[in-house]
Nanobody, 114 residues
């Protein structure tokens, strides 16, 4: 079965950085496009970033473009989200997902506050 486990969240000050990781198992990771979403309190889950199976194509939401970078390490079966210049509005639970599957990870909390 598809399993995704996010990690790396925490409390950071505005302008700070975090790197999130998503460890994948239960499918052929190297053939799977991967994505990150986030859900803020009281809001719906929104798309943040996508990366193709070999990492050659990426797509970012306008709200994070220029600040966030999505990457992957197929040997480690892990997708990353590097988050720089964090803002309070980035506060949310962050989830990863394989585009071809229904399953989500449990998410990791990111809180940006002074």
């Amino acid at each position: 079965q598809v399993q995704l486990v996010e990690s790396g969240g925490g409390l950071v000050e505005p302008g700070g950085s975090l790197r999130l990781s998503c460890a994948a198992s239960g499918f052929t990771f190297s053939s799977a496009a991967m994505s990150w979403y986030r859900q803020a309190p009281g809001k719906e889950r929104d798309f943040i970033a996508m990366i193709s199976s070999a990492g050659g194509i990426t797509n970012l939401a306008d709200s994070v473009k220029g600040r966030f970078t999505i990457s992957r390490d197929n040997a480690k079966k892990t997708v990353y989200l590097q988050m720089n210049n964090l803002k309070p509005e980035d506060t949310a639970v962050y989830y990863c997902k394989a585009l071809a599957y229904r399953s989500w990870g449990p998410g990791t909390q990111v809180t940006v506050s002074s």
